[in-house]
C-alpha cells in the first residue's frame, strides 16, 4: 500500500483532521465503556444508534463507488478516493458490529422470551425475528459487504500501477450485480437492525428510504471532502466547478428521492390511520419528537433544496459548502429520529451515551477513513478511463 | 469610425467547431463588441457567459408559476374539501392536508412548466417570421453541423471594413458573409 507514497497526499491539515477524530474516537470510546458499566441498557442503545450511522455513511459510499464504475462519468473520479476510503473501513465496521451482539435481548424486544410469550403477533413473526437467525444474516450482510469492499480496492490498487482497462472491467462486471446485492442486504439490514425495534410495526418502503438516506448522506460527505481538498493536486487537474455543479445536481436528486420516500410512508400510513402502523407516526409526532421530525424535514430538506434550485452556475460551490455539511449532519438526525423513539415511547429523552458512542465510532471511522486517504493520491490517475476524459478535455480547450 | 452601413444588418462569421465559435465570440467581447449574436446548433457551454447573457429573468418566472400552482392546487383541495363541501372522510380531518401534498406539487410543477414555456417564448421573441440572419445562404447549416457569430451593424463599434478584417482574421473561420437586413 506504501508504494504510491510519493504521490500521495501531502496536505497538511488531512494529517491534523486525522489525529483530531483519533482523540475524539478514543476519549468518547472510553466514556462509552465507562457507560457500559453504568447503564448496560443505554450503553446498547447508544452504541447501535453510532453503529447504523456510520455503517450507512460506508454503505451509501460502497453504493455511490459502483455507480460510478458503472457510468464512468468524470464526476465519479473526483470523488472516487474519498468513496474508496469510507469503503474500506467496511471489514472494520463488521468486527464493530460484535459488542450488539451481546445486547440482543436489550435492544429487540422480539428477543426477550418473557415478552414473546405473552404476545401472539411476536410469536408469530418468531421463525425470522428469532436470535440465531438475526446474527446469520448479519453475518451475511457484513461478509457481503466486506468481500465487494475488497475486491473493489484490491482492484483499484492494482489499478495505480497499470492502465489496461482489465481491471476496470472487473470492477463493472461486479459493480452490476453489487448494486443489486446492495439493494437486498441494506433494506434486509435496514429491517433486521432498526424497523425490528419496534417488531409490531412494518413498512414495505423502509429499507429503500433508509437506503436513500444514505447514499444522501455519502453523497454529502464525499462531495463536501471533494471540495474542500479541490485545489490539492492532483485533484485540482478535474476537479473544476462545472463538475461541482453537476454534484450538486446529483445531491438534489438523492434529496428529493430520499424525501419523497420518507412522505410517502408519512402519507400512507397517514391515511390508512390502522392501530397497528400509525403508533410509529404518532410517536414521532408527539412531545420532542415533533421538534426533531421538524428539524429532519425543514434543515434536511426544506434549507438544502432551496439553496440548491436557487443557486446557478457561479455560486453553485459556494452554496455547496454549506449545503454538504448540513444535508450530512440532518441525515445523521435522520437516523436518530429514525431509531431512537423506539426506545423512549413517552415522549423526547436524550442520553449521554448516545452522544458518546456515535462519536466514539464515528471519530475511530473517520481516523481510519483518513488513514486510507493519505497513503492514495487523490486520483486513480492510471485509470484508462480517467486518461481519456483528460484526453477529451484537452481536445475541447486547445485553442485551434 | 462610426460610419454604419444602413444597407447591413451585420456581418457574420461562419466556423466548424463549437470550440472555434466560443474563442470567437471572447475574442469580439475583448474587442469591445455588444451587439452581437451566437447560433449554434447545440448547446455550448459557457458561451451565454460569454455573449454577456446573465439576467436571470426566466428563473423568476418560473419561481412565480411554482407558487402560483402550488397556492392553486392546495387552495382548490381546501376550498373543496373544508369550505364548500365538508365531508366526513374516515374521521379525518377536513383540512387532510398530508393528502393535499401530492396534488399541490403536481400543479406547482404543471403551472411551472407552463409558466416555463411561455416565459421562454415572450422572452425570446418567438414566432418572428422574417430574420435578416436566413438571407445568408450558409447559415441553413446553423441546425445542422455549423457555427455562426454575427456582429450587428447596430453595435457602437461596428464599422464595415474593420470588423471584416476582424472577423476574417479569427483563428479558424470558415467565412464571413455579408447580413442583408
Known amino acids: ?400 | 469610425m462610426n460610419e454604419h452601413d444602413p444597407e447591413l444588418y451585420g456581418l457574420m462569421a461562419e466556423f466548424a467547431e463549437a470550440d472555434a465559435l466560443k474563442t470567437a465570440a471572447a475574442a469580439a467581447r475583448d474587442a469591445g463588441y455588444e451587439q452581437m449574436d451566437a447560433y449554434s446548433p447545440l448547446p455550448v457551454e459557457g458561451l451565454p457567459q460569454i455573449l454577456g447573457m446573465h439576467h436571470r429573468r426566466m428563473y423568476w418566472i418560473v419561481l412565480v408559476g411554482l407558487i402560483t400552482g402550488g397556492v392553486l392546487g392546495f387552495g382548490m383541495q381546501f376550498y373543496a374539501s373544508v369550505i364548500d363541501y365538508p365531508l366526513n372522510i374516515g374521521g379525518r380531518p377536513l383540512n387532510s392536508w398530508p393528502s393535499f401534498v401530492p396534488i399541490t406539487f403536481e400543479l406547482a410543477v404543471l403551472v411551472a412548466a407552463f409558466a416555463a414555456i411561455l416565459g421562454m417564448f415572450a422572452l425570446n421573441g418567438l414566432p418572428q417570421p422574417y430574420h435578416p440572419v436566413f438571407n445568408v445562404r450558409a447559415f441553413k447549416e446553423a441546425s445542422r453541423e455549423c457555427f455562426f457569430l454575427c456582429i450587428q451593424a447596430s453595435d457602437d463599434q461596428f464599422d464595415l471594413e474593420d470588423t471584416r478584417w476582424f472577423l476574417q482574421n479569427l483563428p479558424s473561420v470558415k467565412g464571413v458573409y455579408d447580413v442583408e437586413p
Open chain 1, 1 to 400: 500500500m506504501g508504494q504510491n507514497n510519493e504521490t500521495a497526499v501531502q496536505f497538511k491539515p488531512l494529517g491534523l483532521v486525522q489525529r483530531i477524530a483519533f482523540i475524539v474516537g478514543v476519549v468518547a470510546a472510553l466514556l462509552t465503556i465507562l457507560g457500559f458499566f453504568i447503564d448496560p441498557l443505554e450503553f446498547f442503545r447508544g452504541y447501535l444508534l453510532g453503529y447504523v450511522i456510520w455503517i450507512g455513511v460506508a454503505l451509501g459510499c460502497l453504493a455511490l463507488l459502483m455507480m460510478h464504475y458503472l457510468t464512468s462519468g468524470p464526476w465519479g473520479f473526483v470523488l472516487r478516493r474519498f468513496l474508496e476510503a469510507a469503503v474500506w473501513t467496511l471489514p472494520l465496521l463488521a468486527l464493530f458490529f460484535i459488542p450488539l451482539l451481546f445486547g440482543l435481548p436489550e435492544l429487540y424486544p422480539w428477543a426477550r422470551p418473557s415478552l414473546v410469550a405473552q404476545d401472539a403477533l411476536l410469536q408469530h413473526k418468531q421463525p425470522y425475528l428469532n436470535v440465531p437467525f438475526f446474527m446469520v444474516r448479519t453475518a451475511v450482510y457484513l461478509l457481503i459487504w466486506s468481500g465487494m469492499s475488497w475486491l473493489l480496492l484490491r482492484w483499484s490498487r492494482r489499478q495505480d500501477s497499470s492502465d489496461s482497462w482489465d481491471l476496470r472491467d472487473k470492477a463493472r462486471r461486479l459493480s452490476a450485480p453489487g448494486l443489486i446485492i446492495y439493494l437486498f442486504t441494506a433494506s434486509f439490514a435496514a429491517i433486521d437492525w432498526m424497523m425490528s425495534l419496534e417488531p409490531r410495526w412494518f413498512s414495505s418502503i423502509y429499507g429503500v428510504m433508509v437506503i436513500a438516506g444514505q447514499v444522501l448522506a455519502a453523497l454529502a460527505l464525499a462531495t463536501g471532502a471533494s471540495l474542500w481538498l479541490r485545489r490539492t493536486s492532483p485533484l485540482d487537474e478535474l476537479a473544476t466547478p462545472g463538475l461541482f455543479y453537476d454534484l450538486g445536481n446529483l445531491l438534489l436528486g438523492f434529496l428529493l428521492f430520499w424525501i419523497y420516500l420518507t412522505f410517502i410512508q408519512y402519507l400512507v400510513i397517514w391515511s390508512g390511520n390502522l392501530p397497528e402502523e400509525i403508533t410509529w407516526v404518532i410517536r414521532r409526532e408527539q412531545d420532542g419528537w415533533l421538534w426533531v421530525s421538524l428539524i429532519v424535514v425543514l434543515l434536511g430538506f426544506a434549507v438544502p433544496f432551496a439553496l440548491l434550485v436557487g443557486s446557478g452556475f457561479e455560486p453553485r460551490t459556494h452554496i455547496l459548502r454549506i449545503v454538504t455539511p448540513l444535508i450530512f449532519v440532518t441525515q445523521i438526525v435522520n437516523v436518530y429520529w429514525l431509531v431512537v423513539p423506539a426506545f423512549y415511547p413517552d415522549g423526547w429523552h436524550i442520553h449521554w451515551l448516545q452522544l458518546t458512542a456515535p462519536l466514539a465510532l464515528g471519530g475511530l471511522w473517520l481516523g481510519a477513513a483518513l488513514h486510507y486517504l493519505r497513503q492514495h493520491p487523490l486520483l486513480p490517475q492510471q485509470d484508462p478511463r480517467l486518461k481519456e476524459i483528460f484526453a477529451e478535455r484537452e481536445r475541447s480547450t486547445a485553442s485551434p
